[in-house]
């Protein structure tokens, strides 16, 4: 009686440790992340088109993370996608103003990030500051449509 006590016990710790695992790949997976919002400042981006992106996207520098996508809204003025980025404070007064911003795909069908890229002023970007120099998405479904009007064109 109570060998399967001990059995049906460790059984539980293991499915719990199971769960356990499943939901930290969740969280991983999903973009979500933990740490806290006064570690970070916002820039804003408008893009003519940004694709498949979607909030909690990666905001990364020379590929690594610095930040996710906070909202992506229409900027009805100049119906742009005006995307709202939270950066890691310790770029913060650091990015020069002429950086540029453009949408990337990670591999030929995956998910869409923002890549920043350095540029050389000495005034740099505050928080709040809006990045001027963008790149918009490539969209396979753009391209396609130009590969065969193209053909039918010829």
């Known amino acids: 009686m109570k060998r399967s006590k001990t059995m049906e016990f460790g059984v539980g710790l293991f499915m719990l440790a199971g769960i356990l695992g499943l939901v930290f790949l969740g969280l991983k997976v999903s973009g979500l992340d933990l ?85 050389g002023s000495p005034e740099s970007l505050e928080d709040g500051a809006t990045i001027r120099d963008t790149q918009s998405a490539l969209v396979l479904e753009e391209l396609i449509q130009q590969f065969v009007s193209n053909m039918v064109n010829e």
Do not use: C, H
Request: aromatic content about 6%.
């Open 35 to 119: 740490t806290r919002a006064d570690d970070t400042f916002e820039l804003n981006a408008n893009f003519a088109n940004i694709g498949g992106l979607k909030p909690r996207a990666r905001v990364t520098m020379a590929g690594v993370t610095v930040g996710r996508v906070d909202s992506i809204d229409l900027d009805t003025e100049w119906y742009d996608a005006r995307v709202v980025m939270s950066l890691d404070n310790d770029l913060l007064g650091k990015l020069p103003d002429d950086s540029t911003a453009a949408i990337l795909t990670s591999g030929l069908l995956g998910e869409q990030y923002i890549g920043l890229s350095v540029g």
